[in-house]
């Protein structure tokens, strides 16, 4: 069976020329975690800055967590992360599918709906897992607001880098759709642990409003590709990319290289988690900084279970000296307040392997 394109938007128009003006924007949809800050955007934000091109971190998911209805920041928190856990999905994703869909899902909506009214009921009866209900209903007429004021705050940025792990897929998606409809010739890219293997090509192919997809671990290649866009020099060999040309023809890079010295990492520049925090009202909860100090999954190396051994990515697993990860701890001195720390000594691959986009830490200390 054929699938159909998904998203349409208007005709490919040529990029705006690069420049000295040249700038990125990277976007953690929902449903990141609200309390932890985004490893992997921090380190992509370094990366970037460190080659001379001005790079911000919006925490969108945020913005959605103070679209909720509670009294409190402490309440809206635990509202937003019950989204994120297991017995609301893929409802929470379905909130943000018409903005994406259009009507070409109605008859599908209707199978939602039904499922939702036995949640509801379930909810009535006392069981507590189907207290999203009524969350996911609001987001769900609030979508197409928080797109648009998303939208809006990317006005001034060249390039977008949207990240996409486990059910973040549908917001991210109507998010880059959102964009070309109001500026085509902004530079659209999809990251993270969806865009893995064959899934960045596979997303290029049905969404056209994606220029370029991130598959791998490109810590070095993703900042390297923005520098190179940003002073017009080719781009055609950067490791794991897929991009879309101006016929509709989608073209990938070789293969990254694993990342197996994580010395080699910058520090994670959490300053835009810090200020974002701030904005929402949420300095005064607890701060969560992900520290990583090794890679790759000893279980599904050890492992005999077809699922865990058939992981791409799980060769080699990378680590750091035990004294790098310390030196490699966030400086507390950026931002106010005590900041608690996860430290991670191996990370799933399904976590890992993209490890331009995926929250890495931000889904295992929730």
Not at 303 to 321: D, L, Q, Y
């Amino acid at each position: 069976m054929k699938l159909p394109i998904w998203g349409k938007v208007a005709p490919a128009v040529s990029h705006a020329p690069p420049g000295s003006d040249f700038s990125v924007a990277l976007v953690l949809p929902p449903y990141g975690s609200a309390l932890v800050a985004n490893l992997a955007l921090a380190l992509l934000s370094a990366g970037i800055k460190a080659r001379g091109v001005p790079c911000r971190c919006f925490y969108w998911n945020l913005d959605v967590m103070e679209a909720l209805d509670a009294p409190d920041p402490l309440q809206r928190v635990a509202r937003y992360e019950r989204l994120a856990d297991r017995p609301a999905r893929p409802f929470n994703e379905w909130a943000f599918a018409r903005p994406l869909y259009d009507g070409e899902m109605r008859e599908r909506d209707q199978d939602t709906w039904k499922l939702l009214q036995q949640c509801l009921v379930r909810r009535q009866e006392g069981d507590e897992s189907a207290g999203f209900v009524d969350d996911v209903i609001r987001l769900r007429e609030r979508a197409p607001e928080l797109i648009a004021a998303m939208v809006e705050r990317l006005q001034s940025f060249s390039l977008v880098g949207i990240s996409s792990t486990f059910f973040s897929n549908i917001p991210a998606l109507a998010l880059a759709r959102a964009i070309k409809r109001r500026w085509p010739q902004k530079i659209v890219v999809l990251g993270g642990a969806n865009c893995d293997g064959e899934m960045g090509r596979a997303l290029m192919e049905k969404f056209p409003q994606l220029d370029y997809a991130f598959s791998g671990e490109v810590d070095q290649a993703f900042p390297e590709f923005v520098a190179r866009l940003s002073r017009g020099d080719p781009i055609d060999e950067t490791p794991d990319m897929h991009r879309r040309l101006a016929d509709g023809q989608i073209i990938s890079g070789p293969p990254a290289r694993p990342t197996e010295a994580l010395d080699e990492l910058p520090l994670p520049d959490y300053d835009d988690y810090v200020r974002e925090r701030q904005r929402v009202g949420l300095e005064a909860l607890p701060r969560i900084l992900a520290l990583e100090a090794s890679r790759g999954c000893w279980w599904a190396r050890a492992s005999t279970a077809p699922f865990a051994a058939s992981m791409p990515m799980v060769w080699p697993i990378g680590r750091s000296a035990p004294s790098d990860s310390r030196r490699r701890s966030p400086p507390s001195s950026r931002s106010t307040g005590r900041a608690a720390c996860s430290w991670p000594t191996t990370s799933c691959p399904w976590t890992t392997t993209a490890a331009s986009w995926t929250g890495r830490g931000a889904r295992i200390w929730r």
